[in-house]
């Protein structure tokens, strides 16, 4: 029998209630002969080779042989054992080393099985640099490839700031670039206001300066008090010596960490360094709130709204977000939590393993500590109120929409469709997506046109490159169409031609079950008059003040937003090329000192050879190949 009807089979006895008649128990049992009964972690994967689920057990051989009985299963597994085709095995010396594996690979390969952290966006870090004289505090994001000492997470970049005022004020350190460090003649305006110490001229020397970064990351490390003490001692030192400047500037630093202390909303001094985490469920959703307190001081917080089948609890749900959450950052010391975790003390083993110092996990009960799980607890509630309540309202637009445009159901993906160009120069186009959870912007796509034969300015043939190049890939990645990536509703910024071009390319990709629209401006391109065009059907026109209207047009302008950002970045780029980038030899440092020199790349061109060798860094036969370049024709 063929594969799809397979599927279709197995889906109808979904439905009514029947475990399926799976080749996939099959395969599990193969399997099981030559399994060990040891600590591993193991991959379900389908026909296609894509993994449909992760996880990791004490026992393989018994963990695994599990799957075998179907009628345990709740019907999300039953369909995932179906589509097993194949697995893969990895064993551990220890559980916790399972796990760790276990949440590194969910993150890699997203199993659509799995509970997954959907937004697990790069945290801002301050980052204390090492292999300069005079080390650079700064902020950084992202991957932590520079030499260095990093400090944080930090909740948000507004936090990152606040702390960097703070380092400034009462350690008095540099965070210009090494650049600029190196070619300062003259103190900067930070030295005159009394937030750095000037090393670039020489207003310290480098013993002091090591000094100020050694009290700098103990501070950072949640020593703060043990600083102050040590200030003040000095600062009393100073007065006794009747060296008031002196007294004054430890003063003015002591206050720099006072104020930090006073400034928190919710502090417990207590709490030194540790992660409070919430898990609140309602609705088949869950939503994780994470305070963020370092040296007792909170430092912010974020929620996080991980996708999970509806049979999950809340603890194992907060235990799989936290083993992918610390899978690629270090650990505070202390986890506080909302609930304890299915496998408390293996998550201890690991956390500790990955941090290289023991990590606490605890589920206070009563005190200062309970009442801060609360706070997060009641964040996390109101959170998923509001996401909730978004997602009903944009729902319900959903279903007016489908109303509109006569679909029907209410579409789950809507990929709407805009190209960008000037005079036919840099085109691009543009995707947007949008669902019931609002604008996934991860989902965005960029297409620069690569087809030299379009003609400047043809939007045409630009969406048809476009739209080809989109389904195409989506009908060679996703045939079967169970990745959840195609679109229920295509629309287009345009009118009945944008639409025509729109029906041929999916005409000709054999495309047929995606709905199609186009949206244009009334006229003179009066918003609020747009007209709807539809296959088959007269254009239509909605009230003024609908809401299916009101979101037509945010869609539109999303694209719009898009697309001209895409294109602006394009043409920023080409801006910035120069005459000088074809010249062998000519690196960044080369074109720097032609350009400070002469002025412009074409004072570059009609100069002579002479004024070529008075330039630093250009030598007499660089000089004479850079002429030749520009004079060839003699």
Known sequence: MAKKNSIVESSESFKKGEAPKSGGVLVIEAYLRTLEAAPGVYRMINSRGDVLYVGKAKNLKKRVGSYTNLN????????MIFETKSMEFVTTYTEAEALLLEANLIKRYRPRYNILLRDDKSFPKILLTSGHPYPQVLKHRGAENRKGSYFGPFASVWAVNETLTILQRAFLLRTCSDSVFSNRTRPCLLFQIKRCSGPCVARIDEAGYEELVSEARTFLTGESQKIQRGLAKRMQEASDNMDYEIAANYRDRIRALTRVQAHQGINLS?????????????????????????DGRNFGNRAYYPSHADYEDTPHILEAFIGQFYADKKAPKALILSHPLPNQLLMVDALSFTSGRKVDISCPKRGDKMNLVGHALNNAREALGRRLSESASQRRLLESLSDVLDLASAPERIEVYDNSHISGTKAIGGMIVAGPEGMLKKAYRKFTIKNLDVIPGDDYAMMTEVLTRRFSRALKEDPERALGQWPDLVLIDGGAGQLSVTLKVLDKLGVEDVAVAAISKGPDRNAGRERIFLPGRDPISLPARDPVLYFLQRLRDEAHRFAIGFHRQKRSKALSKSSLDGVPGIGPKRKKALLHHFGSAAAVEGCG?????????????MAKKIYDWFHSDG
């Open 609 to 621: 050879l002479t004024d070529l060798e008075a330039v630093e860094g250009v030598s007499g036969a």
């Open 270 to 294: 207590s709490i030194g360094e540790a992660d409070v985490i919430a898990a609140y469920q309602a609705g088949g959703h869950t939503c994780v709130e994470i305070f963020f307190f370092r």
């Open 72 to 79: 345990r299963q709740p019907t999300r597994l039953q369909r």
